[in-house]
């Protein structure tokens, strides 16, 4: 009877229409068939306050009478019915017009049913579901035969989905059922029963699941067991719903009548009734399922192009191949490991989804797919011809053709390796698709689309030229800190080129590129004018930009991990706006940016008006590879054991913006590593009057930090530039400039420390030193400054390697100079002047030597500080317009005839010296008579100060004349002399004009004299044609 209604529905008119209708309206593929329930399914019931239905026929279970002859179910005693076998259930029967079940005789069953869960021991509120449930007769179409609705209904298909319905006249008894070869189910050989659907089963299945059991796959005795097939009966266990929670479970869920594949007969035909479940072979349009109870190969020997609604696999290790196939309602591959491979061709009768359920799990169609006329649009989801979902890896090396559009959901890998022709959209919307050949994504006219938390992977050397959109971020898998299995586009292996255009919509777009595997892009990559749209490329492989149009996207381009390489046509922007190379993760490794051709980067925006700017952190490298371009600003960062780097290798980068700016990255401190420019030529470019330009371009060096005196930035690149553009070194950062640099602009200092390491590192303009905090210090070796030099503010000069400035230097006001190592000599060769900036004072601190060589023109007083080392005059320097000298203690002031110069007149006759405890010390010319005449001479109160005067071999002498002398309170003055000893008449002498105050009977009781041997005297003065000499006593 079963096989009859099957046919008669199937052939009839009104049911081969409803057949098609009814699916595309009735049947619902959901993302949630990772559990699939094929056969079975089921809906929460709530529980209402009406009573429950009660059938005369029922007993209490106290009363329960077995039966000799009744099946014992999984978990049962003897009598499984729970029923009195002499009881009766009125039945109506099937309609005799149509053989169709009815109402009246579904609501009978339903509460037999009802009853015989009973019996398997349920408390109150699961017997109050079951009694709440409404239950209706409908015609479901196709192979639908039944499903719980809206959580208190159970829909029962008027005909077991044109199965035919086995109704129960006695179901209080199983007496056409025995059981099977393993004892587990129970199963009719011959009659009515045979040929049927049980409705029994069909209803406590789906009350079942309204008392929140879900669909089983494992034990195919169980009442829960996910399919059902004619002549077969289950029946609950004893205990089986305890700890269920009834109305647990949510959804629509539909019950299809379906074919289990069993293997029994050994061959492997599909069309053998051997191999299936109650030995009845699959008829067109039923469900195949392919359990875990067996495996092997199948072959489809049935006509090519039978139509069947769905191939199921719980089950892996299989092989289907034979005939092509045509499919209604999909693939669903839910075995949990192993391979399940599809071997014949399939054609698509309507809009289906492939899926493979499970993660551990791989399925392979190797048939081809035919989509034919089937169009749909990716943009509804659920209307694309094809469909690939699930958790597992599918891999299609069978090709696709047709009209229609493939949709990727689901968080598995699908890998296309075939030529495909079909002609939609390929929609990417979750998940991961590989590309393993040239043509996987089908005509090249139509589109590619990934959208958020989607991936496209590219293998093996493939060249796609066809268009991409990347949609809503895209960005993949990964984690927060760690990129490297990010990208919406991701090269995994070999070299790989997208030549077709990219479309970026999102705010932040991902591209990744494995190691040892290279993607060119070399198309455009657009995005909607005036959209700010992100690139981040990760992995480390490489990734190319080039081709011979620009890139027009407008946002930043930001090198997270690898390399990212940029070779358009000189002159055609590879990157559309600002540019970030690496982070500060240092544990990630070095990014990089490299440049294939000159003029790859922009430096003002999209209108011309603002700069854009180049950011380097820690671990980025921008490697010019010997090219030329032009950028907006520079940020670098320094860490903890990377820092930024610029290589030029021979190129010429020009620096366009205003700023070039040096960061302290957190954790940075003196062992950190500087930062670094080298290789090449830094031109800074012109003067930029729209946004962000300046007249001066400044290098911000800012400290580590930890703020130490270590470098921050190595500039050994040759800096280029033309006389109206200036150079501003500002921040407490440490630069070295050992370049050969020739930029014509000014230099002007104003923090930090600078290490001068070239002749050459100012360049040829004036250089200004304009802050207190300024530290000069050269370094590789002693260096001259030819700049012309502006004193704009105090400076400190350190290290042990000289340092001499030979261009003409200026005081703009009264000025400190501070040497801060004792073995360290700053020198000025051409003299301090004062220009028009009125009397100027010059002071020396710090335990160096400050050398003035040259006529020094300033006016005001000559100070050398406490402790503030020595200040001497030597050469061609000469002191004429200062007014006084005072040397405190600790310091000294040197007049030295020993250079290149025998000057007599060093310093104005009338100037005066106070010494506070320091020294003025005079060196004779070697052979040479020395002399250098002073005004009044001061010795500060309580302190003792030195006048020392030095021969300088044979036929030398020097001679130090004063006005006059002045003691201070308690003061001591002590002379030294050194090579011969001072005497009144003889080649070491000291005079004054005026005879000094608190002379004793001739004695000064307050000074000591100091031989060349250390002998020590009294002092005493003794008549001389300039007045009084300095004589022992």
Do not use: C
């Amino acid at each position: 009877m079963a096989i009859k209604n099957f046919l008669r529905k199937l052939l009839s008119a009104e049911g081969s229409q409803n057949f098609d209708q009814n699916y595309k309206t009735n049947r619902r593929p959901q993302l949630d068939a990772l559990e699939p329930r094929v056969l079975f399914s089921g809906a929460p019931v709530e529980p209402t306050e009406q009573p429950a239905d009660s059938d005369s026929s029922q007993t209490p279970a106290s009363e329960e009478a077995g039966s000799a002859e009744a099946a014992i179910q999984q978990g049962q005693v003897s009598d499984s019915t729970g029923l009195n076998q002499e009881a009766s259930v009125s039945l109506i029967g099937l309609d005799s017009a149509s053989g169709d079940l009815n109402a009246e005789t579904l609501k009978a069953i339903a509460d037999v049913a009802a009853q015989r869960w009973g019996a398997s021991g349920l408390n109150a509120d699961q017997l109050e579901a079951l009694s709440a449930v409404e239950y209706e007769v409908r015609d479901l179409g196709g192979l639908t035969a039944a499903f719980a609705e809206g959580g208190n209904k159970i829909v029962v298909d008027d005909n077991a989905g044109g199965m035919g319905w086995f109704v129960d006249s006695t179901p209080e008894d199983d007496s056409e059922f025995t059981a099977d070869a393993d004892g587990g189910q129970l199963v009719a050989d011959s009659g009515e029963a045979a040929e049927g659907i049980d409705l029994l089963t069909i209803l406590m299945h789906e009350q079942g699941h309204i008392l929140g059991l879900a669909d089983e796959y494992l034990d195919n005795s169980s009442l829960m067991y996910g399919y059902i097939q004619t002549g077969v009966r289950r029946m609950a266990a004893l205990g089986q719903s305890n700890g269920s929670v009834s109305g647990s479970l949510l959804g629509d869920n539909y019950l299809t009548a379906a074919s289990v594949w069993t293997g029994n007969a050994g061959n492997g035909l599909l069309s053998d009734a051997g191999n299936w479940e109650g030995n009845f072979a699959p008829v067109e349009g039923n469900d195949l399922v392919f359990t875990a109870a067996t495996s092997g190969a199948l072959i489809n020997d049935f006509a090519p192009g039978t139509r069947f609604n769905t191939l199921q696999f719980t089950g892996g290790g299989y092989t289907l191949s034979g005939n092509m196939i045509e499919l209604f309602g999909g693939l669903t591959s839910n075995h949990s490991a192993g391979t399940n491979t599809i071997d014949v061709d399939i054609t698509l009768v309507n809009a289906q989804t492939i899926m493979n359920a499970n993660s551990g799990a791989t399925l392979v169609v190797s048939g081809d797919i035919h989509t034919g006329e089937l169009v749909g649009t990716s943009n509804v989801i659920g209307t694309s011809a094809l469909t690939i979902d699930g958790s597992g890896a599918i891999v299609i090396s069978g090709s696709i053709d047709g009209s229609g559009s493939i949709t990727k959901l689901g968080e598995n890998t699908l890998t296309l390796s075939n030529a495909n022709t079909y002609l939609g959209v390929t929609d990417i919307r979750q998940g991961v698709l590989v590309v393993a050949h040239d043509e996987a994504l089908g005509a090249a006219t139509a589109e590619t689309q990934v959208q958020a938390g989607a991936s496209i992977h590219l293998t093996g050397g493939r060249t796609v030229t066809e268009s991409l959109s990347i949609r809503e971020g895209g960005i993949g898998f990964g984690s927060a800190t760690d990129p490297s299995e990010l990208g919406a586009l991701r090269s995994i292996s070999g070299t790989n080129i997208w030549a077709g255009n990219i479309e970026i919509s999102a705010s932040n777009n991902v591209i990744g590129v494995n190691l040892g595997s290279t993607l060119n892009l070399s198309g455009v990559v657009a995005a909607a004018s005036g959209n700010a749209n992100n690139i981040y490329k990760v992995g480390e492989g490489t990734l190319q930009l080039t081709g011979t149009q620009s890139n027009t996207y407008r946002g930043t381009t930001r090198v997270l991990q690898g390399t990212l390489e940029l070779g358009k046509t000189a002159g055609l922007n590879a990157v559309g706006g600002s540019v970030v190379i690496g982070d500060d993760l240092e544990a990630t490794g070095t990014k990089t940016l490299r440049l294939l051709a000159n003029d790859q980067l922009p430096h003002l925006d999209v209108l011309g008006f603002g700069l854009l700017t180049v950011t380097i952190g820690s671990t980025g490298v921008f490697d010019m590879n010997g090219f030329s371009d032009s950028v907006g600003n520079i940020t670098m960062n320094n860490g903890q054991t990377d820092s930024a780097d610029i290589m030029l290798g021979g190129g010429t980068l020009t620096m366009e913006g205003a700023t070039l700016t040096v960061n302290g990255f957190q954790g940075s401190s003196p062992a950190s590593p500087a930062a670094t420019i080298q290789g090449g030529t830094f031109d800074l470019g012109s003067f930029f009057s729209g946004s962000g330009g300046a007249i001066t371009k400044t290098f911000a060096i800012n400290n580590t930090a930890l703020g130490s005196v270590d470098q921050d930035l190595v500039f050994s690149a040759n800096i280029t530039g033309a006389p109206d553009v200036s150079l501003t070194k500002s921040g407490s950062g440490v630069i070295t400039l050992s370049g050969n640099n020739t930029y014509k602009g000014a230099t002007i200092l104003t923090g930090g420390i600078v290490r001068i390491g070239s002749d050459s590192a100012f360049g040829t303009g004036l250089v200004s030193l304009q802050s207190s905090s300024l530290i000069l210090r050269a370094v590789g070796g002693a260096r001259t400054v030819t700049n012309d030099v502006s004193l704009d503010a105090n400076f400190s000069v350190r290290g042990a390697n000289d340092l001499t400035f030979t261009g003409e230097a200026t005081l703009t006001g009264s000025r400190t100079i501070i040497i801060l190592d004792e073995n360290q000599v700053t020198t000025f060769t051409e003299g301090l002047n004062e220009g028009p900036f009125g009397v100027l004072n010059l002071a020396k601190s710090g335990v160096g030597t400050l050398v003035l060589a040259g006529e020094n023109t300033y006016s005001g007083t000559t100070t050398v500080n406490t402790d503030g080392g020595r200040l001497v005059i030597k050469d061609n320097g000469t002191l004429q317009n200062s007014q006084s000298i005072i040397v405190n203690d600790g310091g000294v002031f040197e007049i030295d005839n020993s250079g290149s110069a025998n000057l007599s007149d060093r310093i104005n006759k009338e100037t005066s010296v106070v010494l506070n405890g320091g020294e003025l010390s005079f060196i004779a010319a070697a052979g040479g008579a020395s002399l250098e005449e002073f005004g009044q001479i001061t010795a500060g109160s309580n302190l003792s100060s030195t006048i020392t005067s030095a021969t300088n071999g044979v036929g030398s002498s020097v001679h130090l004349s004063f006005v006059g002398l002045t003691r201070g309170g308690g003061s001591t003055l002590n002379y030294v002399g050194i090579g011969d000893a001072i005497t009144a008449t003889g080649t070491n002498r000291v005079t004054f004009a005026n005879a000094p105050q608190s002379l004793v009977n001739g004695v000064l009781p307050w000074s000591r004299l100091r031989g060349p041997s250390g002998e020590i005297d009294f002092v005493t003065l003794e008549n001389a044609s300039e007045g009084f000499a300095v004589a022992a006593l």
